[in-house]
């Protein structure tokens, strides 16, 4: 059986940090944390998630691999996380939250 940083015998997936380098690139982070490259960026943008030092807007951004372990592991974070991101993705696709507003009525 594949013994990978991310498997152990019982099937259930968990991350042994120390196989891991200490700081992973925005696409690599994303990975661990199991969503699309495009959400580190968005999260980073809204200063949900902190990219280690202070990198220019355009930039490569760096993630400690301890700190993305920790958050991974608290609910509460990824909770507000979705929430951000649900938030942040209807808003660019420009759909609103809810039923859709009545149209006025022509006099």
């Given at each position: 059986m594949n013994q990978g940083p991310f498997n152990n015998q019982s099937g259930v997936?968990?991350?042994d940090t120390?196989?891991?380098p200490a700081c992973l690139d925005a696409v690599a982070a994303a990975r661990f944390l199991g969503w699309p490259p495009y959400f580190m960026s968005m999260l980073a943008r809204v200063g949900h998630l902190k990219p280690l030092?202070?990198?220019a807007q355009n930039a490569r951004?760096?993630?400690a691999t301890v700190?993305?372990?920790r958050l991974s592991r608290d609910p509460v974070w990824l909770d507000r996380a979705i929430r951000i991101l649900d938030r942040l993705v209807r808003e660019a696709n420009g759909k609103p939250k809810g039923k859709e507003p009545e149209?006025?009525?022509a006099s």
């Open positions: 997936a968990v991350v120390r196989s891991l030092g202070k990198p951004k760096w993630y700190e993305l372990d149209e006025p009525l």
